[in-house]
C-alpha cells in the first residue's frame, strides 16, 4: 500500500488477555519503529528493527511485551497478560534507512484494557 | 538521562498570524532533530529532519531552526491556517552504535481560531 497499514484500529480487552498488533510497513522500508502514546504523554520508543540485525529492544517496558518482524516486512507487537496500564496508542513507523531519514507513521492501534 | 522539553504547552493564535515554538534537549551523541505533526486520532507526519550541520530547514510555511551549541530549536508557522490546528512534536534522535533511538518531546498542542 501507500502508507503504513496498523490493524485493528481499536481493540477492547479484559485484563490478562494476551493481544497482537499488526503493522503492514511501506514496502522496500528496512527501517520499523513501534511506540507507545499514552493520553497526555509524549510517544515513547518500544522496538527498533532494521533489516535482518537484532532488533533494539531496549525500549519494552516488561517482558510482556514482544515483537517480531517476519521476511522484513510485517510486524507484530504482543502484550501478553494484559493490564489496565497498557492502555494506550500504538504507533507503528518505517523508514528507507536509519539515521535522518523521515519516519512514516501508521494511524496506530488505540488499546483498551477493561 | 535523554530528554526533550517543549514550550509552550499549547497555543492559540488568530488565523493568518505567525507563531513559534519551542525545543530544548538533551540527547547525546546527537543524530538528528525532526519536527512532526499530528492530528487528533492520526499519525505523526514529518515536518523537517535537521542534521548536526543544518541549522534551518523549511518546509512550505514551516520553518525550522537547530543550534547544536544551545541544543534548541524552534519551529516557525507562517501565516497561519485554521488546518495548522494539531499537536507538534519535536524528536531528538542519538546514536548508540547501530541503533537511532528517538526521544519524543510531549508536543505543544496548537489552536488557530478564524
Known amino acids: 500500500g501507500a502508507g503504513v497499514s496498523q490493524s485493528p484500529s481499536n481493540k477492547v480487552t479484559e485484563k490478562g488477555k494476551d493481544v497482537e498488533l499488526r503493522c503492514d510497513p511501506i514496502s522496500g522500508h528496512t527501517a520499523l519503529y513501534w511506540y507507545r502514546q499514552s493520553l497526555g504523554q509524549g510517544l515513547e520508543f518500544l522496538i527498533y528493527f532494521q533489516g535482518n540485525s537484532a532488533p533494539d529492544k531496549s525500549g519494552l517496558p516488561s517482558d510482556r511485551f514482544s515483537a517480531e518482524r517476519t521476511g522484513g516486512s510485517v510486524s507484530t507487537l504482543t502484550i501478553q497478560r494484559t493490564q489496565q496500564e497498557d492502555s494506550a496508542v500504538y504507533l507503528c513507523?518505517?523508514?528507507?534507512?536509519?539515521?535522518?531519514?523521515?519516519?512514516?507513521f501508521g494511524d496506530g492501534t488505540r488499546l483498551s484494557i477493561l | 538521562k535523554n530528554q526533550v522539553e517543549q514550550s509552550p504547552q499549547s497555543l492559540i493564535i488568530l488565523e493568518g498570524k505567525n507563531c513559534t515554538l519551542q525545543?530544548?534537549?538533551?540527547?547525546?551523541?546527537?543524530?538528528?532533530l525532526r519536527w512532526y505533526k499530528q492530528d487528533t486520532g492520526r499519525g505523526p507526519v514529518s515536518l523537517t529532519i535537521m542534521t548536526f550541520s543544518e541549522n534551518t530547514k523549511s518546509n512550505g510555511r514551516y520553518t525550522a531552526t537547530l543550534d547544536a551549541d544551545t541544543k534548541q530549536s524552534s519551529l516557525h508557522i507562517t501565516a497561519s491556517q485554521l488546518s495548522d490546528s494539531a499537536s507538534y512534536i519535536c524528536v531528538v534522535s542519538g546514536r548508540a552504535g547501530g541503533s537511532y533511538i528517538p526521544t519524543f518531546g510531549r508536543g505543544t498542542s496548537l489552536i488557530v481560531h478564524p
Open positions: 525545543c530544548n534537549y538533551t540527547v547525546s551523541p546527537f543524530s538528528n
Open positions: 513507523a518505517s523508514s528507507s534507512a536509519p539515521g535522518p531519514q523521515p519516519q512514516h
